[in-house]
Nanobody, 124 residues
Framework: QVQLVESGGGLVQAGDSLRLSCAAS????????MGWFRQAPGKEREFVTF????????YYADSVKGRFTISRDNAKNTVLLQMNSLEPEDTAVYFC?????????????????WGQGTQVTVSS
């Protein structure tokens, strides 16, 4: 049973940084894509970024490119999301997700497993 547990959310001011972690267990993640999504109140869940565990390939939504960085720690089976230069528009619940796909997954329905989410609030 794959489990994903996010941590690291919180309340910060605009311009600050925050690092989210996703601890993964119960699977052989070397064959997975690991993604981050976010959902703001009243809005649909949106793609943020993914990393392919096997080769470290990454992809970012335009809205976070240059500010967010996704990485993985193989020894700890953890995926990290470093978020810099945060803006109030980044306020959302952030979800970690895992996909077993042969193509780069950018849609929420491409993902097989989800964490419970962690709240990120950026004040202006």
């Amino acid at each position: 049973q794959v489990q994903l547990v996010e941590s690291g959310g919180g309340l910060v001011q605009a311009g600050d940084s925050l690092r989210l972690s996703c601890a993964a267990s119960g699977g052989t993640f070397s064959s997975y894509y690991m993604g981050w999504f976010r959902q703001a109140p009243g809005k649909e869940r949106e793609f943020v970024t993914f990393i392919r565990w096997s080769n470290g390939r990454t992809y970012y939504a335009d809205s976070v490119k240059g500010r967010f960085t996704i990485s993985r720690d193989n020894a700890k089976n953890t995926v990290l999301l470093q978020m810099n230069s945060l803006e109030p528009e980044d306020t959302a619940v952030y979800f970690c997700a895992a996909a077993i796909r042969s193509f780069p997954p950018v849609g929420q329905y491409d993902y097989n497993y989800w964490g419970q989410g962690t709240q990120v609030t950026v004040s202006s």
